[in-house]
């Protein structure tokens, strides 16, 4: 029954150091990249030992599934984990298994209300921009729309478009209206969306979990520099930089009083900084030291198994 608890305390670790250690450094802004995967990897690390401590509880509790775990493994490896009927692990199997079911509950709910969000904007789209005679829905990548607020957006979904207001069009000079739509291409590319709705989910479903929270707003965030970095890697730091200033100036973003584009002006200031990158070593090895953090729960499982079988 050590197993079980390992696990949750691996998990509980995980979940109060990690996000510390990234909240500290000072990497994640000049490797936004980088950084989303070391999140990822990390929530997933959370997430499994939770799995994994379901798993092994649940075995604990009922010969059935005991069975079913240890089916093809050696009597050796099944009396090392020392695996038997106590109160405590029907309690922890019931909870983590009711935890897992209310995360996909909520996943389930998150991607239905973006599907519903999308698709109330696609209509307003075709009532302000209706098809002519004999055009296809969804046949151009682009649509400009009429409006005075200069703005751009991705409407993701199966035929994926990128919209821009006519006022945009008026602001943006030269190739900054090239670089918004590489940014806005950069969003859909590396598929941030579904980033988004994953850590909405986890956010709403466990309010009270301080990683989650910190993972959808670090997820927002990072989203939005990984795509700045697109834009300025084909158009120039200062090009893109120019254009979150046009597009932005006029809702009050640069001034004293908060606003919910609040993160514009750090990124605009992050491009002008030009801050060099990191080297491709230290990428390399950040990388790889995100990995191994799920790999970590996956070790602590077989220890036993490993022993038992060496």
Avoid at 192 to 206: E, I, K, T, V
Avoid at 244 to 263: I, K
């Amino acid at each position: 029954m050590m197993v079980p608890v390992a696990l949750l305390l691996l998990g509980a670790l995980t979940a109060v150091v990690a996000p510390r250690m990234l909240a500290r450094a000072d990497w994640p802004e000049r490797e936004p990249v980088v950084a989303l995967w070391a999140w990822q990897c990390t929530v997933a690390g959370v997430l499994l030992c939770c799995a994994l401590s379901m798993t092994f509880s649940a075995a604990a509790a009922w010969q059935a599934v005991r069975g079913q775990l240890f089916a093809p493994a050696p009597h050796d490896v099944v009396e090392a984990y020392a695996l038997g009927p106590t109160p405590w692990a029907t309690v922890t199997a019931v909870a983590l298994a009711c935890g897992g079911v209310w995360t996909a509950v909520m996943l389930t709910r998150e991607i239905a209300r973006a599907r519903s969000r999308r698709a109330k904007r696609r209509a307003e789209l075709i009532a302000r921009a209706p098809l002519l005679p004999g055009e296809e829905p969804g046949a151009d990548r682009l649509v400009v729309l009429e409006g005075e607020r200069p703005d751009a957006w991705w409407l993701p979904g199966t035929a994926p478009q990128l919209v821009i207001t006519t006022a945009a069009l008026r602001r943006l000079k030269g190739r900054q209206l090239d670089a918004v739509l590489a940014h806005e291409q950069g969003h859909a590319e590396a598929r941030h969306d579904w980033l988004l709705h994953c850590s909405g989910a986890l956010a709403a479903g466990f309010p009270r979990v301080p990683m989650f929270a910190a993972f959808r707003d670090e997820m927002h965030r990072l989203v939005e520099l990984a795509a700045d970095d697109v834009a300025s890697r084909r158009f120039g730091r200062l090009t893109i930089a120019l254009a979150l200033v046009e597009l932005n100036e006029d809702r009050g973003v640069f001034g004293p009083c908060p606003t919910p584009q609040a993160h514009v002006p750090a990124r605009v200031h992050r491009l002008l900084a030009a801050r060099p990158r990191l080297t491709a070593g230290r990428r390399l090895r950040l990388t790889a030291a995100a990995a191994l953090v799920p790999v970590v729960p996956l070790l602590v499982a077989f220890v036993p198994a490993l022993r038992a079988l060496g």
